[in-house]
Each structure stands twice: as structure tokens, then as C-alpha cells.
């Protein structure tokens, strides 16, 4: 079970000084690696069964490798009630879509299919007038309308919807409400480098300890950039910075940070953004907008709301610079 590339690939990961590995769960969900750290007095092997049956329940309405799934249907024309997993993450898109002008767009698959960041993997470097004229027509989340009963309707049926910008913060999420609605205080949620912390690592007394990686550095040689204690917040990172393809002609570099509004890839000396929120939703949905938006722009917006810290690592002519919002040290 896998979803879309579009997403950009959190690069966050945990410190090992945490709960005692029996209170510790492992496994796949959402073509990534989950890790839940815990202090619920359940025994792992029913909070196992949870989770999987969660899983199957957000597979079933938001998995785009699903044939059978929700979205899947919506995408193929299908008129479709959805549950209330799919609203909650559609109302969620329609608020950041709106908040970041448009920079924010789930429906922005046509595009990332077409430069070859989807799953067909079929690699254009340029598109043409035309090419790019007819697939902004199928773009925008402004066409597309959840009415009252919960049945999506699209201006043009040939839009496509894809959450995986925001379906492993939600999943997140979901489970994070799980864990307190069985008695756990204190305890990690991460998936694919989303994260939710509550309380504090009872082994060393102290809000968790969340690593955020070495931009550049390879998967198997990865290592910390910089450390950020998180309690009862989220946090996601994003990052074009192993995901990108060079024309061998031409020797430029195309990343999959596609700009809904233009069509175009994005050209930015950002690298990497990290987001916290109090919801992992949030956060995986701003951190994703941020790699759009410009420097100047994101930074005015995450200003701008007070539930919003991020941090921006670029690369220049000295090397990587760190950017951080006023209130991320904090």
C-alpha cells in the first residue's frame, strides 16, 4: 500500500532515549515506516489491531493506489458519499488553500503526473503552451464543491484529487486521539516523519527530542541538522532535496515542488521546512505550502498565526543558512 510522491518526504526523525521497546510499536502504513511510542495500559498487540483497522478505514476513503478507494472513485468519475475522514481532510485543504492563495492544491496531481513525479513516472522537462494550458484547466481547488449530503461534485471530471499532503498528518492525528481515548499521557506518534508528542519522555523526564535531518545528506548516511524538543504539538518536514531529476542535455534541475498556480516546478533556494501546529495535519499541510511559497511570503504568513512556527533551511553562496519564525525557539 502506497500513496503518491507528490507529497514531499518528511525527513524528521526521533530520539532512541524514549519508552521501553514494550511500549513501543513498529510497522508500515501509507508506503512508509510508522513508529508509536506509548504509555497506554494496553498490551501492543490489541493497540496493533487499533491502528490497522484505523488504517484500513483511511486507506478505504483516501488511498489513490486503491481502486476501490473513495478518492479513487471521485477520480474516476464516481458520484460518491464520503465518511467523515475524507470531509474532515477536505475542509482542512479548503482552509490552507485558502490561507496560502491558492499555493496549497490537492488537486494539483495532473501537473506532478506530468513532469513525472507521480506514480507513472513518465518524465517530461518541458510542457508546452498548450500542455500546460490544458492541465491548469483541471486545476484548482475552487472547482471542486462537498456539498451538505457529502458528495464532491467537480467543475471538469477530469480532476483529480490527491491528500497525500495532508493524509499522513491526519492519520496522525487519528491515531494520537486513539491513544489518549484509552488512557495515554505521554507519547510519540510519527509516520513518515510526521510527528505528534504529548507530554514527556518518561525515561528522560523532558519534552521529546525530535531530529531534523542533515539536508543533502544521504538516506544511509543521514544525520542531525539541528534538535527540537516538542510537547503537545506536532511537527512535519518537507524537502525537494533528494527528490529531483537533471535534464543530461541541459543540466538543469527540475524538483517535484510543482507551483499550482503556474504549473511550473519550483525554482527556490529553500531546501528544506519544518512546521509545528497543533494538529500534525496542519502542520503536514503548511510544511508542504512552504516549499511553494517564497521565503518572504511563507514567513509573512506563518507570522501571521499564532499556531504557526516553522523553520526554513536554504542554500546559498554560504552554504545552508537556517531561517526561523519569531517564536520557534521558544
Known sequence: MRFILFVFFSFLFFSCELISESNSIKGIALGTQFNIKHDARLDNSTLKMDIDSILKKINKSMSTYHSDSDISKINSGQEVQVDSFFQEVYYKASEVWKSTNGAFDPTVGALVNAYGFGPDQKFSYELSDIQLDSLLNITGWNKIYLNDKGVLTKSNKNITLDFNALAKGYTVDIISKHLESIGSKNYLVEIGGEIIAKGLSPRSNKPWEIGIDYPKSKLSERKNYTT?????????????????????KTGKKYVHTIDPRTGNPIQSEIISTSVTAIDCITADAWATSLMVLSLNEGKKMIENDSDLEALWIVSNENGLESIYSSGWKK
Open 228 to 248: 527540537y524538543f516538542l510537547s503537545n504539538r506536532a511537527m512535519a518536514t518537507s524537502g525537494n532535496y533528494r527528490h529531483f531529476r537533471i535534464d543530461k
